[in-house]
């Protein structure tokens, strides 16, 4: 007999590079979690044709057509989210700054990745920041999302070496690399936890 898997819900605003490394690991037979549904908040995101390629739902509610009223978009997403029995969600990409509102009605159930080694470089430009200061290491976290920005309990870490030369770009790939195995197994693991 088989256990339910945890319905889990990704939410991009680009490519969907980590979103796919989510969805192919949770279609293993002896995966935790599947991933039941994809949302964006930019129409014609790249990751939504990956998603519907692999077979999952595929929603764009566009941050636009609600103006400043953030949270009423994060209303819209929540009762998609909720309709869709989603357990638990996980921001891959999703380029949006979340009110306390939606945090507050995921709390303690919603999962983000960040390039770098929380909590060094929360925020943007986390590659030329760590080249920037020198650093030895880059490397990507898997955290608990909480109000603030990158702040959150951290699940898993993954650890790049800087090399000598590198751009922000080169280290970005390494990184991202790093991420597609990071983020499926954290994410495994949380969910096997709740």
């Known amino acids: 007999m088989s256990l339910a898997k945890t319905r889990v819900a990704v939410l991009i605003s680009g490519t969907g590079s980590n979103m796919a490394s989510l969805i192919a690991a949770g279609q293993a037979p002896d995966s935790p979690y599947e991933v039941v549904v994809v949302l964006s908040n930019i129409a014609g995101a790249g990751g939504l044709a990956k998603a519907e390629a692999a077979g999952v ?7 636009k057509s609600f103006g400043k009223d953030r949270e ?8 998609l989210l909720r309709e869709r029995g989603v357990e638990a969600v996980a921001l891959a990409g999703y380029m949006r700054l979340l009110t306390p509102w939606l945090v507050g009605r995921w ?4 999962l983000n990745i960040h390039p770098s080694l929380l909590p060094l470089y929360p925020g943007l430009n986390t590659h030329a920041r760590a080249i920037e200061a020198g ?7 898997v955290h608990i999302v909480t109000e603030g920005v990158d702040e959150g309990p951290v699940l898993g870490q993954a ?11 080169a280290l970005a790939e390494r990184v991202k690399a790093a991420e597609h195995r990071l ?9 096997r936890r709740a």
């Open 57 to 63: 739902e595929a929603l764009t509610v566009e941050h």
């Open 72 to 79: 009423a978009h994060e209303r819209a997403i929540d009762a």
């Open 107 to 110: 709390a303690g159930r919603m």
């Open 135 to 141: 650093d030895a290491e880059a490397g990507c976290t």
């Open 159 to 169: 650890r790049v070496p800087v090399q000598p030369g590198d751009t922000p770009d």
């Open 183 to 191: 983020y499926p197994q954290a994410l495994a693991d949380f969910v």
